[in-house]
């Protein structure tokens, strides 16, 4: 079944955020390299809960949200859409680590798919 495994939290100011999130919550947070997205280690894997990250807020990135883990990432966005979800970014490479969808779903709620594959590349 799937599960959330990752949040996304949009931020205007990345050190501002990652400032608070650090000291409000001891958060660790650290930049992927090369992208303006922070990777959030909320806390240790062997722990109950999920990590995450800050990214810049933007037209498909308004307000926190869950990231799916499935896995055949295609047949989860069929499956949405025809429960009544809008796919509003299509399936995307995420190199070396699989690939991610977003959809908008019955309640206007955006939410993420995600399905590891660590052979993907950018072509």
């Not at 650090?22 to 650290?30: D, L, P, R, Y």
Request: hydrophobic residues 40%; aromatic residues 12%.
């Amino acid at each position: 079944m799937p599960r959330p495994m990752h949040f996304e939290i949009p931020v205007d100011d990345a050190n501002r955020a990652a400032a608070f999130y650090q000291q409000a919550f001891g958060w660790e947070i650290q930049q992927w390299e090369g992208a303006p997205y922070w990777l959030v280690t909320s806390g240790p894997d062997e722990e109950p809960g999920i990590n995450g990250a800050l990214g810049p807020r933007g037209e498909n990135f308004m307000a926190p949200m869950f990231v799916i883990a499935v896995d055949d990432i295609e047949a989860a966005m069929k499956t949405a859409e025809r429960a009544g979800a809008k796919i509003v970014v299509d399936k995307s490479p995420i190199p070396g680590v699989g690939w991610s969808a977003y959809f908008t779903d019955t309640e206007g709620n955006q939410m993420g798919l995600f399905q590891d594959d660590t052979s993907v590349t950018m072509d």
